[in-house]
């Protein structure tokens, strides 16, 4: 098919699709892997949004467009996207390429099965389990179940449905109506979705009692205490408490034993049980008929909400084949190695205070700009410090040489939190990150 033809269906013609997967791969090897992982390469490419719609053309015509030109859509849709497999993003959660990992997802992607029954997902059906059996093991569990959900929002979700059907398994039929005002419990320092779900499942965020936190962001047991029977005074039921390890800004862990034995006093859930099925299961006999010529058992898509459900095991599956358990754990070690480099490294310059020490690989401080350096006494400070961060990272962005988060936290102003991820990363990228905050914010 010539370039200059429009590029109408590629449906029976299995050498055309098979050139234009081709080419495509030869993009995304070049731009994505080789270049989006290269420190000389830009992390982002800034534009303005209405810049950016001109640039990429967003309009759905009703003609179809060459293959030439399906070619530089996909160029420009990786020249303008934010390269999370840069050395120099450090802006959120996660960051980095594993090939391993990439390479499960082309061939989940390729396949284009959906994870709900083990007739046309057999393969992955097994996966799975053997993957989540695993894990449960790594947390000293030797049962228990479970399934990959599409974030952690999703996940919370889930655990508050599951505590308030164990508490109350007529829920399931009769809603709202079978259950009293309920009360469950979460540190100050939680992941915003703890709220987000009590309001999509129907039990409003007044459901939700914030415990404190202490000054690592650690919940404290005896606020916990305190505000379970506070709640059984006002007449509320206590169900759930949501512990945390590892929060998102501070890396902080709960004290899960003190908390366990608060919950083992006032019968709260706090741990996993086989409830998945029974709670969100409605055997859909279209899906999930019972007379199958295997074991029904292996159809685990009617303990989850969704129906349809990508397949997420294989990337982690083929890379834990690739690195084994021993290859993994010298990642981890090596991301705290760096994390301690970082914070020593912080110490030894006077542009920079640290947040507090850290207890995971969330390395949280301030940049302080010239001007400020004597004036750490003063009654703006504060004030003045947290207008810092947001300017360096409209100027980092904007430069395109790395992204970094801040946020505010608490009666703390502004300060950047990064997050030591990626596989790849070194202690020059560490020193690349100071140095280039001092380049940046040197005028202020």
């Known amino acids: 098919m010539a370039d200059s033809q429009p590029l109408l269906s590629l449906d029976g013609d299995a050498v055309a699709a098979e050139a234009l997967l081709r080419d495509v791969f030869e993009i995304v090897v070049d731009e994505v892997i080789r270049k989006g992982t290269s420190a000389s390469e830009k992390v982002c490419e800034w534009r303005e949004p209405e810049e950016l719609k001109q640039l990429l053309d967003l309009e759905l015509r009703n003609e179809g467009e060459s293959q030439e030109q399906i070619l530089e859509r996909c160029r420009a849709v990786i020249r303008y996207s934010v390269k999370t497999c840069h050395p120099r993003f ?63 929002s999703i996940s919370n979700m889930y655990a508050v449905n599951l505590a308030r059907y164990q508490r109350y398994p007529d829920c399931k039929q009769r809603g709202l109506w079978a259950l009293p005002p309920l ?31 202490d000054e690592r962001g650690k ?13 059984e005074a006002e007449g509320a039921v206590p169900f759930l408490v949501s512990a945390t390890s590892g929060t998102t800004v501070l890396g902080a862990f709960d004290p899960l034993e003190a908390v366990a034995d608060v919950c083992q006093r006032h019968g709260l859930w706090l ?25 029904v058992a292996l159809d685990t898509g009617d303990k989850v909400v969704q129906c349809g459900r990508r397949v997420d095991c294989l990337k982690l599956w083929l890379m834990w084949k690739a690195q084994g358990g021993q290859g993994l754990e010298r990642r981890v070690d090596q991301a705290f190695a760096l ?53 360096l990272k409209e100027r980092m962005v904007r430069k395109g040489s790395m992204m970094i988060g801040y946020q505010p ?15 790849a990363l070194t ?13 940046l914010g040197q005028d202020l």
């Open 90 to 152: 450090f802006n959120q959660l996660f960051s980095g390429l594993d090939p391993h990992a990439l390479a499960g997802r082309i061939v989940t992607e390729s396949l284009n099965t959906s994870q709900y029954t083990y007739e046309i997902a057999p393969v992955f059906v097994l996966m799975e389990d053997e993957v989540l059996k695993k894990l449960r093991a790594l947390v000293g569990w030797s049962s228990g179940d479970g399934v990959f959900c599409p974030g952690g």
């Open 427 to 439: 202690r020059a990228d560490m020193d690349f990150l100071l140095n280039e905050l001092e380049r």
């Open 409 to 423: 936290h608490g009666t703390r102003g502004n300060f950047f939190r990064m997050v030591v991820a990626n596989p």
């Open 183 to 213: 009360a469950l419990f979460t540190s100050e320092e939680c992941h915003y979705s703890v709220k987000k779900g009590a309001a999509f499942l129907g039990l409003g965020t007044d459901s939700v009692r914030m415990v404190k936190a």
């Open 339 to 391: 994390a301690r480099y970082l914070v020593e490294e912080l110490k030894k310059r006077e542009t920079f205070e640290l947040v507090m020490e850290p207890e995971f690989v969330n390395v949280c401080f301030w940049f302080v700009p010239p001007s400020l350096r004597e004036k750490k006494g003063s009654p703006d400070y504060g004030e003045r410090l947290a207008k810092v961060a947001p300017i």
């Open 219 to 231: 919940m404290i047991p005896e606020d916990l205490e305190r505000q379970v029977g506070l709640a």
């Open 271 to 295: 741990h996993v049980d086989n409830l998945l099925k029974r709670c969100h299961g409605s055997q859909a006999s279209y899906l999930f008929q019972q007379d199958k010529f295997y074991d």
